[in-house]
């Protein structure tokens, strides 16, 4: 395996986490401290997940945008968030359940097209700007 494909793994794993740990928090809840919100006991493995897996995901993306095409690299978180909204649908039915896997879907899917989209417009600015 190249560099790349280890980066790629690496990416695909941390956002899992991460997104796993947003379906986790959305099936605990949050419950009012004197400081705020937070997840309640027993989450601490979610907390974990989001905070290590947004770091390593953010890492290996990161270092992606220099060897392949960021419409590529978008597909990397979004694998995680397909991952997250199936792990959210598995851990509970009802409403919030749902809503949160409907959303982590979105992201999922709207991730590569927004990123797509942007580079169509991007080149054809630059090929405006040479045609001049």
């Not at 905070?51 to 597909?75: E, I, N, P």
Request: overall charge positive.
């Amino acid at each position: 395996m190249t560099n790349t494909a280890w980066r790629v793994a690496l990416g695909v794993v941390a956002s899992s986490a991460f997104f796993w740990a947003v379906a986790g928090a959305v099936d605990l809840g949050l419950e009012r401290t004197r400081k705020g919100y937070a997840l309640p006991d027993g989450g601490e493995q979610y907390t974990f997940g989001l905070f290590a897996g947004f770091v390593a995901a953010y890492f290996s993306v990161a270092s992606l945008t220099d060897t392949t095409a960021a419409r590529h690299a978008a597909l990397v978180p979004a694998a995680g968030a397909c991952f997250g909204a199936v792990s959210c649908l598995l851990m509970g039915q009802q409403t919030r359940h749902w809503i949160a896997a409907a959303v982590m879907a979105l992201i999922g899917a709207g991730l590569p097209l927004v990123v797509g989209l942007r580079n169509r417009t991007r080149r054809s600015r630059l090929s405006a700007d040479t045609t001049r």
